[in-house]
């Protein structure tokens, strides 16, 4: 007897689940539970996924819907793992709970390198993992060193092919395989949870989209900065009819300014405000049912997803500001925000910075930020570095790193001791706040 446990904390992950699931990639068995986390940061005031408009299209993939957070309480889903010698007893407690008995287990986490993913899978120690990703992060690196009793025990990486070409690199140091969701059943599936989910007024046909983001740099200033070049952007691009989707947990003057920019523009903005925390439409329902000539963001996944799956036409901005401020270079939003900047087309200008081979830049930035971890990219890095780069390139790529790593576009010698120079390195620092204030 197998039961498989699917742990998703969002309805987005849920739906990429069912699709899975729809398209055959879950061999059948006899049971399966979907382990619902809500790892809101006041999860008791918040609705978990399964209370969400849209979800009952979900339900009827799984067995069961289990609350990890009612299982864990009062620990908090996103802190809390157990101690190695406490495993055994939180099995014994888990299986009585949720009456596995003595069933084989087949586990499906989200990021496998935090919690709740750390501590399903090290309570439930013989089973295997499988592991997917509902955005961007899959093509980026292992974020550290992962545990290899827990990194050989993962079977798959499942992920929705985003971007055609480029396989991604997580988890890639213990052999673990990519397996992309059908496009098709990822569709099917959104289509359904939009006809579950009452939509928000939208009194425009055709219009731009703009989806505000967290930005990993966080800063409330930088995301409402980030709206209004979105705004200016689209409107300077001929669309007169604009529609904001806020980023979660905006606060609700947090589009004041926003609307007093389009009355200066004229133009006619629409702010799909929440009517609940947590309730925002999916990208992919308003993909659907809006059909936007436009979609513009930072380095949000939706425009990906809407370009790949939806054949939607996309923008970016910010991308390069966003990617100064990301620290350490080794943060797991390096490589997302780097294919936003070079393949999707700046919104100001319409201009693409296509690299070559979006394959071997990922390749080469997976290595700069995990060089201890992807030891065996290092050929192919210095191979792509010494093709030579082009401008767009260079800028993911600090002349700083490739020195301390000895690979191509670095400092020689002599250059790379001056580099350490404190005087100098206050200069540069100097250097770089004076360009990004005259950009401002």
């Known amino acids: 007897m197998t039961t498989q446990i699917f742990c998703a904390s969002t309805l987005h992950g849920a739906a990429v689940l069912a699709a899975a699931i729809d398209a055959g990639c879950f061999r059948p068995v006899r049971r399966r539970i979907l382990l619902v986390g809500n790892s809101a940061a006041v999860p008791e005031v918040s609705p978990a996924l399964d209370e969400l408009p849209g979800f009952d299209a979900l339900r009827d993939r799984f067995d069961e819907v289990l609350s990890w957070n009612a299982a864990i309480a009062p620990f908090h889903p996103s802190g809390w793992s157990p101690r190695p010698g406490d495993a055994p007893l939180w099995e014994r407690h888990l299986r009585r709970l949720w009456r596995l008995g003595d069933d084989d287990l087949e586990l499906t986490v989200e990021s496998v390198e935090t919690p ?24 980026g690196p292992t974020g550290g060193k992962l545990d290899p009793l827990l990194g050989t025990r993962v079977r798959r990486l499942l992920h929705l092919g985003l971007v055609p070409g480029v396989r991604p690199l997580l988890l890639t140091e213990f052999g673990v395989e990519a397996e992309v969701v059908p496009d098709d059943a990822v ?4 289509r359904k949870v939009g006809a579950a989910s009452p939509l928000p007024a939208v009194p425009h046909r055709a219009p731009a989209l703009l989806f505000g983001e967290r930005l990993p740099a966080p800063g409330a200033a930088k995301e409402e900065e980030a709206g209004l070049r979105m705004l200016r952007g689209a409107a300077g691009r001929g669309h007169r009819a604009l529609v904001f989707v806020p980023p979660p947990g905006a606060p609700a003057h947090a589009s004041v300014a926003l609307r007093s920019e389009a009355g200066r523009l004229g ?27 436009l979609v513009v963001g930072c380095a949000s996944p939706a425009l990906f997803t809407a370009r790949q799956l939806y054949g939607l036409d996309v923008a970016s901005t910010g991308t390069g500001e966003v990617l100064e401020g990301l620290a350490p270079f080794e943060h797991r939003d390096r490589v997302p925000v780097a294919l936003a900047h070079t393949l999707l087309p700046e919104l100001e200008t319409g201009l693409t910075r296509t690299p070559g081979d979006p394959a071997r830049l990922v390749t080469a930035l997976g290595f700069v930020a995990q060089p201890r971890i992807h030891a065996e990219l290092r050929a192919a890095a210095t191979g792509y570095l010494a093709d030579g780069l082009t401008p767009a390139e260079q800028e993911l790529f600090p002349r700083r790193r490739l020195t301390v790593l000895g690979l191509p576009g670095g400092l020689p010698g002599r250059l790379a001791a001056l580099s350490r120079s404190p005087v100098l390195r206050r200069a540069a620092g100097r250097a770089r706040r004076l360009r990004r204030t005259v950009r401002r």
Do not use: K, M, N
């Open 116 to 139: 709740p993913a750390t501590a399903v899978t090290g309570i439930f120690l013989g089973a295997p993992v499988h592991v997917y990703e509902d955005g961007l992060a899959g093509y």
């Open 187 to 190: 569709r099917a599936v959104f």
């Open 267 to 293: 133009v006619e903005l629409t702010v799909l405000e929440p009517s609940a925390p947590g309730q925002a439409p999916l990208p992919e329902t308003l993909f659907e049912q809006v059909r936007p000539a």
